[in-house]
């Protein structure tokens, strides 16, 4: 495994009227395998993400990660059009930018049943499915929405609640490591 070069800094999203916050890791060789986005809960921002090693161990794996503050959370200011959420959605920015999109990746995810079981069969990206066996409000209602996503893999994380990728950062990195090196 090589080194990893981390940066972070402000970027500006054309939807904001502010710009937001971002952490990336990336290869110390530079050769990059793909890029991976990571997007934090409500409760959470890119700090999870740097704190239990996601950005650093997918740099090291050969992947460029970056994890950005939402709008309003961690280091963003609030300033987001009230649309741009929803197109974060697989029924919204996954469904019409797929042929960007190498991967996606719902980490038991709220509002799953507003799509339809027809809108996520409709999309063809790799997906892998991660819940903790101890989310009791959302692992399996989510997985149930999402078990109608074309192509998916399921995670399970043994005695992991909602956030299951900080009860077990060893078991999600392997996880995730395994799923992206398979595409």
Known sequence: MC??????????VESCKAPMFYRQAEPATGEVHLSVLLLHGIRFSSENWLNIGTLETLAKAGYRAVAIDL??????????APSAVGELAPGG????????????????????????????SS??????????????????????????????????????GHPCYLDDPATWHRALIDFLNAL
Do not use: W
């Open 71 to 80: 709008p309003g959370l961690g280091q963003s200011k609030s300033a987001v």
């Open 93 to 120: 920015f996954l469904k019409q930018h797929e042929a960007l999109v190498r991967a996606y990746i719902p980490v038991a995810p709220i509002c799953t049943e507003k799509f339809t079981a027809e809108q996520y």
């Open 3 to 12: 080194a990893a070069k981390m940066t972070e800094g402000s970027l500006h």
């Open 123 to 160: 999309i063809q990206t790799p997906s892998l499915i991660v819940y903790g066996d101890q989310d009791a409000q959302l692992g399996e209602v989510s997985l149930n929405n999402l078990r109608s996503l074309a192509n998916h893999k399921v995670v399970v994380m043994k005695g992991a």
